[in-house]
């Protein structure tokens, strides 16, 4: 008989990651606000410090900037830490020590140091926690060099990125989809890496290619099937990793397809999706393009409360299968 598939949730597979890393090496180290005997804003940490302690399971003070100079520091000396800010929102206290700190001090110190260390961010909208706590801004960290940021849209992925980030020796910034977090999916139980900057084929097709991050490859995948029916074939395009970025498999899938389409949930306006149409625009690609390319990105404004506007605010799914559907079609 075949062994039954093993499913764990997004949430479940980081935590089972992060328990897989401080099992292995105790040089890592967990901290962030609330991570402890609460188990995390969303109970992604769970009962890790009754395993580990609490000198490995460290609740912060409430002081962002704080916490990320300590990793820092740690990462410096030697340690691997991992730190959870309770969102991804309040990454912003704390972006001296990130972007000029972390990011710099391998360059600014001649290649003679490294800065091993994770950074996770609960990110997105669709919880109803209005303005100040379901922003994407994994393109503002992905815009400084020295930063790498990944994106896992499954709970296997989530898994997998999370242990080569904690392996890297460079700062990797974790952004974790607060409505994922409930997600299932199939995990093996064995320790395994998903190579940082490197994106996946989640479905092959020939009409058009869609790009897509996070909890939109889902919806792009959605969209893809409905699509199938009306004999559109999208190939869709996990990217997984915004920094360094698999440029290769976007310019081949899009040679193949003709037709490009971007869909993320940060703003549109200076989004993940201008700097792909860039990259097409500058590639052997562009001689191929049979339409313009497409961005479906958040709209120019703060994530509103309202749930209905909510929604509107970021790409769903039957958006996408109209503005695919147009693009194939020549009507933008």
Not at 28 to 35: A, L, P, R, S, T
């Amino acid at each position: 008989m075949n062994a039954p598939i093993r499913e764990l949730t997004y949430a479940q597979a980081i935590q089972e990651a992060l328990a897989t890393a401080m099992e292995a090496d105790e040089r890592v180290f967990i901290m962030g606000e609330d991570i402890g005997v609460y188990g995390g804003a969303f109970q992604v940490t769970g009962d890790l410090v009754h395993r580990f302690g609490e000198d490995r399971v460290m609740d912060t003070p409430i002081s962002e900037l704080g916490a990320a100079g300590i990793a820092v520091g740690a990462a410096l000396a030697g340690s691997r830490p991992i730190l959870e800010f309770q969102f991804s929102d309040f990454a912003t206290l704390a972006m001296e020590q990130i972007v000029n700190q972390a990011a710099k001090m391998r360059f600014m110190l001649g290649g003679k140091v490294s800065v091993p260390l994770v950074m996770r961010l609960p990110s997105g909208s669709g919880t109803g926690a209005a303005a100040q706590h379901s922003q994407s801004l994994e393109a503002w960290l992905a815009h400084v060099p020295g930063l790498k940021v990944v994106q896992p849209s499954t709970p296997h992925d989530a898994k997998g990125l999370l242990l080569a980030a904690i392996d890297d020796p460079d700062p990797v910034m974790v952004f974790e989809h607060k409505l994922l977090y409930k997600m299932k999916g199939e995990v093996p139980e064995k320790a395994y890496r998903i190579p940082i900057g490197k994106a996946v084929v989640r479905r092959e097709g020939r009409h058009v290619t869609i790009v897509a991050t996070s909890i939109m490859v889902h919806r792009a995948l959605e969209a893809a099937e409905v699509l199938a029916g009306e004999g559109i074939e999208a190939e869709v395009i996990d990217l997984r990793t915004l920094r360094p970025l698999d440029t290769a498999t976007i310019i081949e899938s899009v040679k193949k397809t003709t037709r490009l389409a971007c869909v993320y949930e940060g703003v549109k306006t200076l989004g993940i999706g201008a700097e792909i149409s860039a990259l097409i625009a500058e590639s052997e690609a562009f001689d191929y393009l049979d339409a313009p390319i497409l961005r479906l990105g958040g709209v120019d404004s703060p994530i509103p409360y309202n749930p209905t506007l909510e929604k509107a605010a970021v790409p769903q799914t039957p958006g996408i299968i109209e503005q695919v559907r147009n693009l194939v079609k020549g009507r933008i």
